[in-house]
């Protein structure tokens, strides 16, 4: 079984085509961004900050039946750290609906 996250994937590949290759084996999902510019560990970003495909990724798992949660692993801002609650919060209520 898999924890499967999207972000890190996306270094390599595209974590949508591996939600489909993996389906039942995934377990939890763990989200964020990474610009593939950059293309190192400085390449993680907040969610819609970078090039991940969101409605592929949220079409593969819907595709797969994955019903569990979608666990945000991300960096707190510098100034105002309890604002990436918020911000993840409406983030994720907008790749719910997708």
Known sequence: RFYFDVGNVLAFSYPEHWIEV???YIVRVHIKDFD???GNIQGFK???EGDV???AVIKALRKVNYDGYLTAELSP???HPEMLAYDTS???DIL???
Request: glycine fraction near 4%.
């Open 96 to 98: 719910n609906r997708m």
């Open 90 to 92: 409406k983030k994720l």
């Open 53 to 55: 495909n969101w409605k």
């Open 36 to 38: 593939t510019s950059i």
């Open 77 to 79: 801002y510098r100034t």
């Open 46 to 48: 907040n969610l819609f």
């Open 22 to 24: 993996l389906g039942d």
